[in-house]
């Protein structure tokens, strides 16, 4: 009997460690934001210009804003003056931060070369925050602050 007990204490100290260790491995970041996203708050400098359900917005376009990263590398952008700019997309995540680069953009977008990057605040599943990392020349030159929200 004491054998008996001995063994299956031993079974149940290697289970206990087994299960324990087993960690679910986290999402690359590019898989979290690899969806369709459409605007819930948007700032111009520190303005905010559109706020998804308010009866008034100041650009009340952002209603059809969306940015199409469901495909791993093609990128859609829709703007919210009904531009719509494609190309491709990449994630490069560095210890500084992660930026988010739409590239290859047809037709460009007016001072990009083709390129628009975006520095990501943070992201999860249903909500991402993302800063541009330079003035936008539609906005009068300001950095722009969007979250958005996959639907």
């Known amino acids: 009997m004491k054998r008996f007990f001995t063994v299956f204490v031993m079974i149940a100290v290697v289970g206990t460690v087994v299960v324990s260790s087993c960690k679910k491995k986290p999402k690359p970041l590019s ?37 199409d990263l469901s495909s791993p590398t093609s990128a859609t952008l829709k703007e919210f003056d009904g531009n719509t700019f494609t190309g491709q997309w990449e994630v490069q995540e560095t210890t500084a931060g992660n930026t988010l680069i739409l590239k ?12 628009i990057q975006f520095t990501i605040n943070s992201a999860t599943e249903i909500e991402f925050v993302m800063t541009r990392t330079s003035g936008s020349q539609k906005t009068g030159g300001t950095i722009n602050n969007y979250t958005l929200v996959s639907p």
Do not use: C
Request: glycine letters at 12%; hydrophobic letters at 30%.
């Open 31 to 67: 898989e979290i934001i690899g969806r369709v996203w459409s605007a819930q708050l948007i700032k111009h400098g520190s303005s905010v210009v559109y706020t998804k359900g308010a009866a008034t917005n100041p650009t009340p376009g952002y209603l059809n804003f969306r940015l």
């Open 104 to 115: 290859n953009l047809t037709p460009q977008p007016t001072g990009t070369n083709g390129t």
